[in-house]
């Protein structure tokens, strides 16, 4: 049963990596004030999850929860490809809360590794956040 259990894991992993970078080359693309709403977007998301019976499963619908892991990461990068901007945002925000729970407190190292990835994406939407876009413009000299 371990043998199953890592493949498993194994493959998860190897998914998850492929639609981290996915998620990381969106959230790159976005300017950087929209990036500062996400952060925020994300953080509720991520909240919203954790108020959840099962927070990994978020966004699964219910007929689906027994399967190894949800489909709340699907359908978030589903939603991030979205050429509306709203929606891709939520997408994006959705993804990270539930890979957020997926990885978090996980035993394999693959899946640690992306947690860590994580919590950095996290940190930097966090900055971005906090990072004033229009006190920049305020200070910078008036144009002639």
């Known amino acids: 049963m371990r043998i199953v259990t890592r493949l498993i894991a194994m493959n998860r992993s190897r ?3 492929r639609q981290l970078r996915e998620i990381e080359r969106s959230i790159q693309a976005l300017p950087k004030r929209s990036r500062a709403r996400l952060g925020t977007m994300s953080l509720r998301e ?15 619908p219910p007929e689906e929860r027994y399967l ?3 489909q709340g990461t699907e359908i978030g990068l589903a939603r991030a490809r979205s050429d509306n901007a709203e929606v891709a945002m939520r997408g994006i925000a959705l993804w ?3 890979a957020y729970h997926e990885t978090k407190g996980n035993p394999h190292p693959g899946l640690q590794a992306h947690h860590r990835e994580l919590m950095r994406l996290l940190r930097e939407l966090k900055e971005d956040h906090r990072a004033d876009p229009l006190k920049e413009w305020m200070q910078a000299p008036a144009a002639a």
Do not use: E
Not at 46 to 60: E, K, M, N, V
């Open 15 to 17: 998914q998850l990596g």
């Open 46 to 60: 991520i909240g919203q999850a954790s108020r959840s019976d099962f927070p990994h499963l978020y966004g699964t």
């Open 68 to 70: 190894p892991w949800g």
């Open 96 to 98: 990270l809360a539930v």
